[in-house]
């Protein structure tokens, strides 16, 4: 499967991003759905995932009450809301996929891997 992460930009402390992640193939809907981040000089952290039906989401502690992710198996797309930005969000953003319950908290976990979108928030 194939992966293309869109939506990221550069925003003030407290703003919204909408990120999205376009996956190819027929199969979307028999992968969990992730999203990590990676900032420079840190390793990549699991931020939020969601099950094969979407009924399942799953965050960081971090960003509870803060990022909401979806899936829209129709249109085999993944979303992550982000509201309330901290610049310690800053980083770049990963959609990843896995068709595996096994390990869905950590990014050795995935198979798949959208290219990234930077997101900047500036306080």
């Known amino acids: 499967v194939q992966l293309q992460a869109s939506g990221g930009g550069l925003v003030q402390a407290g703003e919204s991003l909408r990120l999205s992640c376009a996956a190819s193939?027929?199969?979307?809907?028999?992968?969990?759905m992730a999203w990590f981040r990676q900032a420079p000089g840190k390793e990549r952290e699991f931020v939020s995932t969601?099950?094969?039906?979407?009924?399942?989401?799953y965050y960081r502690n971090s960003v509870k009450g803060r990022f909401t992710v979806s899936r829209d198996n129709a249109k085999n797309t993944v979303y992550l809301q982000m509201n309330s930005l901290k610049p310690e969000d800053t980083a770049v953003y990963y959609c990843?996929?896995?068709?595996?319950?096994?390990?869905?908290?950590?990014?050795?976990?995935?198979?798949?891997w959208g290219q990234g979108t930077q997101v900047t928030v500036s306080s």
């Open positions: 969601n099950s094969k039906n979407g009924q399942n989401t």
């Open positions: 990843a996929a896995t068709a595996s319950s096994a390990d869905i908290f950590y990014y050795t976990g995935y198979d798949y």
């Open positions: 193939g027929r199969t979307f809907s028999t992968y969990y």
